[in-house]
C-alpha cells in the first residue's frame, strides 16, 4: 500500500477518535446537567456535511432520530468538529439566539461550575484519552529502555558542550542531583532545564556547573550535534546501486577516512559531509565546484582491521555514498531492559508517562515564540509525517496518545474561540461576579477566530516549505 496513503489513514483514524472523544466531553457534561446541545459534529462542514441524522432519506429509515434533539454529523473538513450547546456564543456565531429569552435548558442559564465543567470536558477527555491509551499499551507490550550508564563508550561532544565542560566519553547521570536513569530524547529537555549536569567520567563523579542557559531548540540543530552517542562509523548495510557498492564496501565495514580527514564515529562524517554541503549552497559556487564536490576521496575497511580499500567515489546527483549508517543504539541492543506491567501497575505507570509527556509538551512551548519554534509548527501534514510508513500498533497508539496531550494543551490555551478562552472568561466571572455581554462575546469569539486562522494559515504554509515544495526541488 502507498506510504502517503498509510500515512493518511492512521491521521484519519488518529483524528477522528480524538475528535469525538474531546467533543463527547463536551457533550457529556451538557447531557449531565441537563443543557441542550443541537448539533454534534466530527469535522467542520461549511456549507454542506457529508452525513446527518437529519438528513431526510436516515430519517425514513431511522425515524426515531427525527425525534432526538441534537443532529449528528460529519462534515467534510477533517480539522476537528464540534457540538453546538444552546444558548452558547461560539464559532457558529448564532447571536439570534441570544436575543430569545433564556431558557432553562440553555448554556447561559447555568450556573458558572456547571458550565466551567462543560468547557473544560473536552481537555478532561483528552487528558483521560492519553492516560487510557498509555496504560493500555503498557499493559499489552511492556516497556522497553536503555539505561543510560549502559552507553558504555558514552557520548560525544561538539566544541560547544566541550567549552561548558563536557568531554567525550562522559556519560549524563543527574540534572541539579535528579537521576537521569535512561536514554531517550527527553535528556536534552533535562539538560536544557539544568543549572548543574553530573557525568560519569570514567569512574568517577564529575559535576558540570553550567554558565549559560541552554537553548533546547538551538542545541537540538547544532552541527554537529551538542551530544551524540558514540556510535563508530560501521556500514549497516550497503545500497546495490550507490557509490561504495561499486567501490567493493560490505555490510560490517567501517569508513576510516574521507579526502584525508578521520573518520572515527557518525558524528565525525556527518560533520564533515555537512561542510561539504555548506560549500554548495554558497551563492559563488560553481558549476566546477559542484563537479569537483562529487568526487570523493574514501578509506574504508573491515571492522577487525585485516582489510583497508581506499577508492575515489563518484557521488550521485545528491551526493551520497549509497550507505545506511548503524544505529547508534544498535551497539548495545544486549543492554535493553523490559518491562512488563500488571492490570494494576499499568495504571499508575501509563498516569506517569502522561504526566511526563504532558509537562515535556508544556516546557517546549515557550519555543514556539522563537522564529526557529514559529517555523516548527505545522498542520496535519506534519502530523500525517510522523506516522510510521507501515502499520504498526504500537507507533499509531503511542502517537495517538501523544497528539491526545498536543489537543489538550492547545484547547486550553486562553484564546478565545477555543475553551481555554470561554474557561478563562468564566473565571472572571467567577471572580468579579459579572457576566460580560453578549457583544463582548460575540467580539471575543471573532478575534479568537483570527487568531486560529493565521495560526493555521502559518502551519499550511511551513507545511507547503517543508514537504510540498521540497517535491519539486524548491
Same mark, same amino acid.
Given at each position: 500500500?502507498?506510504?502517503?496513503?498509510?500515512?493518511?489513514?492512521?491521521?484519519?483514524?488518529?483524528?477522528?477518535?480524538?475528535?469525538?472523544?474531546?467533543?463527547?466531553?463536551?457533550?457529556?457534561?451538557?447531557?449531565?446537567?441537563?443543557?441542550?446541545?443541537?448539533?454534534?459534529?466530527?469535522?467542520?462542514?461549511?456549507?454542506?456535511?457529508?452525513?446527518?441524522?437529519?438528513?431526510?432519506?436516515?430519517?425514513?429509515?431511522?425515524?426515531?432520530?427525527?425525534?432526538?434533539?441534537?443532529?449528528?454529523?460529519?462534515?467534510?473538513?477533517?480539522?476537528?468538529?464540534?457540538?453546538?450547546? %444552546?444558548?452558547?456564543?461560539?464559532?457558529?456565531?448564532?447571536?439570534?439566539?441570544?436575543?430569545?429569552? %433564556?431558557?432553562?435548558?440553555?448554556?447561559?442559564?447555568?450556573?458558572?461550575?456547571?458550565?466551567?465543567?462543560?468547557?473544560?470536558?473536552?481537555?478532561?477527555?483528552?487528558?483521560?484519552?492519553?492516560?487510557?491509551?498509555?496504560?493500555?499499551?503498557?499493559?499489552?507490550?511492556?516497556?522497553?529502555?536503555?539505561?543510560?550508564?549502559?552507553?558504555?563508550?558514552?557520548?560525544?561532544?561538539?566544541?560547544?558542550?566541550?567549552?561548558?565542560?563536557?568531554?567525550?566519553?562522559?556519560?549524563?547521570?543527574?540534572?541539579?542531583?535528579?537521576?537521569?536513569?535512561?536514554?531517550?530524547?527527553?535528556?536534552?529537555?533535562?539538560?536544557?532545564? %539544568?543549572?548543574?549536569?553530573?557525568?560519569?567520567?570514567?569512574?568517577?563523579?564529575?559535576?558540570?556547573?553550567?554558565?549559560?542557559?541552554?537553548?533546547?531548540?538551538?542545541?537540538?540543530?547544532?552541527?554537529?550535534?551538542?551530544?551524540?552517542?558514540?556510535?563508530?562509523?560501521?556500514?549497516?548495510?550497503?545500497?546495490?546501486?550507490?557509490?561504495?557498492?561499486? %567501490?567493493?564496501?560490505?555490510?560490517?565495514?567501517?569508513?576510516?577516512?574521507?579526502?584525508?580527514?578521520?573518520?572515527?564515529?557518525?558524528?565525525?562524517?556527518?560533520?564533515?559531509?555537512?561542510?561539504?554541503?555548506?560549500?554548495?549552497?554558497?551563492?559563488?559556487?560553481?558549476?566546477?565546484?559542484?563537479?569537483?564536490?562529487?568526487?570523493?576521496?574514501?578509506?574504508?575497511?573491515?571492522?577487525?582491521?585485516?582489510?583497508?580499500?581506499?577508492?575515489?567515489?563518484?557521488?550521485?546527483?545528491?551526493?551520497?555514498?549509497?550507505?545506511?549508517?548503524?544505529?547508534?543504539?544498535?551497539?548495545?541492543?544486549?543492554?535493553?531492559?523490559?518491562?512488563?506491567?500488571?492490570?494494576?501497575?499499568?495504571?499508575?505507570?501509563?498516569?506517569?508517562?502522561?504526566?511526563?509527556?504532558?509537562?515535556?509538551?508544556?516546557?517546549?512551548?515557550?519555543?514556539?515564540?522563537?522564529?526557529?519554534?514559529?517555523?516548527?509548527?505545522?498542520?496535519?501534514?506534519?502530523?500525517?509525517?510522523?506516522?510510521?510508513?507501515?502499520?504498526?500498533?504500537?507507533?499509531?497508539?503511542?502517537?495517538?496518545?501523544?497528539?491526545?496531550?498536543?489537543?489538550?494543551?492547545?484547547?486550553?490555551?486562553?484564546?478565545?474561540?477555543?475553551?481555554?478562552?470561554?474557561?478563562?472568561?468564566?473565571?472572571?466571572?467567577?471572580?468579579?461576579?459579572?457576566?460580560?455581554?453578549?457583544?463582548?462575546?460575540?467580539?471575543?469569539?471573532?478575534?479568537?477566530?483570527?487568531?486560529?486562522?493565521?495560526?493555521?494559515?502559518?502551519?499550511?504554509?511551513?507545511?507547503?516549505?517543508?514537504?510540498?515544495?521540497?517535491?519539486?526541488?524548491?
Amino acid at each position: 500500500m502507498n506510504i502517503v496513503l498509510i500515512k493518511a489513514l492512521q491521521l484519519l483514524c488518529c483524528l477522528s477518535l480524538l475528535v469525538i472523544l474531546h467533543e463527547g466531553g463536551h457533550f457529556g457534561f451538557s447531557k449531565l446537567f441537563r443543557v441542550k446541545v443541537e448539533k454534534f459534529y466530527m469535522f467542520f462542514n461549511p456549507y454542506f456535511h457529508l452525513f446527518s441524522t437529519r438528513d431526510k432519506w436516515f430519517t425514513r429509515l431511522f425515524p426515531y432520530f427525527s425525534k432526538n434533539e441534537t443532529e449528528y454529523g460529519i462534515g467534510w473538513v477533517p480539522l476537528g468538529g464540534y457540538v453546538k450547546i %444552546a444558548g452558547m456564543i461560539d464559532e457558529s456565531m448564532d447571536t439570534e439566539q441570544m436575543k430569545q429569552p %433564556a431558557k432553562p435548558d440553555e448554556f447561559r442559564s447555568q450556573s458558572v461550575w456547571k458550565r466551567f465543567l462543560i468547557m473544560f470536558g473536552g481537555v478532561l477527555m483528552n487528558l483521560l484519552t492519553a492516560w487510557f491509551i498509555y496504560s493500555a499499551v503498557m499493559f499489552t507490550w511492556g516497556r522497553d529502555y536503555l539505561p543510560i550508564e549502559s552507553i558504555g563508550k558514552g557520548f560525544q561532544f561538539n566544541e560547544h558542550a566541550q567549552q561548558l565542560g563536557f568531554r567525550n566519553g562522559d556519560i549524563p547521570v543527574a540534572a541539579d542531583g535528579k537521576a537521569i536513569s535512561e536514554w531517550s530524547a527527553s535528556v536534552f529537555r533535562t539538560l536544557s532545564n %539544568a543549572k548543574r549536569i553530573t557525568v560519569l567520567r570514567g569512574t568517577e563523579r564529575v559535576d558540570i556547573n553550567l554558565d549559560e542557559k541552554l537553548n533546547m531548540l538551538t542545541i537540538l540543530q547544532e552541527v554537529p550535534p551538542f551530544m551524540s552517542i558514540y556510535s563508530p562509523a560501521v556500514i549497516d548495510s550497503v545500497l546495490p546501486t550507490g557509490a561504495m557498492a561499486q %567501490a567493493g564496501a560490505r555490510k560490517g565495514d567501517r569508513l576510516l577516512a574521507i579526502e584525508g580527514t578521520r573518520i572515527e564515529t557518525w558524528t565525525d562524517f556527518d560533520s564533515l559531509m555537512q561542510r561539504r554541503a555548506d560549500v554548495l549552497d554558497m551563492p559563488n559556487c560553481s558549476h566546477a565546484d559542484s563537479i569537483r564536490l562529487r568526487s570523493m576521496n574514501v578509506v574504508f575497511g573491515s571492522a577487525d582491521g585485516l582489510r583497508r580499500d581506499t577508492a575515489l567515489l563518484q557521488l550521485d546527483e545528491n551526493y551520497m555514498l549509497g550507505i545506511v549508517k548503524m544505529f547508534p543504539t544498535k551497539q548495545y541492543e544486549a543492554q535493553f531492559k523490559h518491562q512488563d506491567y500488571s492490570l494494576l501497575s499499568c495504571i499508575p505507570a501509563g498516569l506517569k508517562k502522561g504526566w511526563d509527556t504532558l509537562s515535556g509538551y508544556v516546557n517546549d512551548l515557550k519555543y514556539v515564540a522563537s522564529a526557529d519554534g514559529a517555523k516548527s509548527v505545522g498542520s496535519f501534514i506534519t502530523i500525517g509525517n510522523i506516522f510510521p510508513s507501515a502499520w504498526d500498533w504500537y507507533q499509531f497508539w503511542m502517537l495517538t496518545a501523544f497528539i491526545s496531550i498536543i489537543l489538550a494543551v492547545m484547547n486550553i490555551l486562553p484564546i478565545p474561540g477555543l475553551d481555554g478562552g470561554h474557561i478563562a472568561i468564566l473565571l472572571y466571572e467567577a471572580v468579579t461576579g459579572r457576566q460580560p455581554s453578549d457583544r463582548f462575546m460575540e467580539w471575543a469569539e471573532k478575534v479568537g477566530i483570527f487568531i486560529l486562522c493565521a495560526l493555521m494559515l502559518l502551519a499550511f504554509s511551513n507545511d507547503i516549505r517543508n514537504f510540498v515544495l521540497p517535491l519539486f526541488g524548491l
